[in-house]
């Protein structure tokens, strides 16, 4: 069964780090643009950052650029969300999803039940 599990999600302070992961089982991500996505309590969801299969990443917005980074370990088969100087309103679920397209197409194939992170004093 072709699975991506989220984990990391937490509660975390203004200002803190966190770091998600995102794991494959039954395929392998190496060929596979993966995205990670957020979707806050009443809001649409909205793309975060993505990498590609070569590396290269791709920004979504603007609301994070600076403070969250993406980042493949090959041989463990899993995509990082490192988030730092975390703000309230980054507060929601975060999910992954693996794509065969490219980043700049936006179009996954196969998505993770999602990790609630919370930013909250």
């Known amino acids: 069964q072709l699975q991506l599990v989220e984990s990391g999600g937490g509660l975390v302070q203004p200002g803190g780090s966190l770091r998600l992961s995102c794991a494959a089982s039954g395929f392998t991500l190496d060929s596979y643009s993966i995205g990670w996505f957020r979707q806050a309590p009443g809001k649409e969801r909205e793309g975060v950052l993505c990498i590609n299969s070569s590396g290269s990443y791709v920004n979504y917005g603007d609301s994070v650029k600076g403070r969250f980074t993406i980042s493949r370990d090959k041989a463990k088969n899993t995509v990082y969300l490192q988030m730092n100087s975390r703000k309230p309103e980054d507060t929601a679920v975060y999910y992954c999803?693996?794509?065969?397209?490219?980043?700049?197409?936006?179009?996954?194939?196969?998505w993770g039940q999602g990790t609630q992170v919370t930013v909250s004093s």
């Open positions: 999803a693996a794509g065969r397209r490219r980043c700049h197409v936006g179009e996954y194939d196969y």
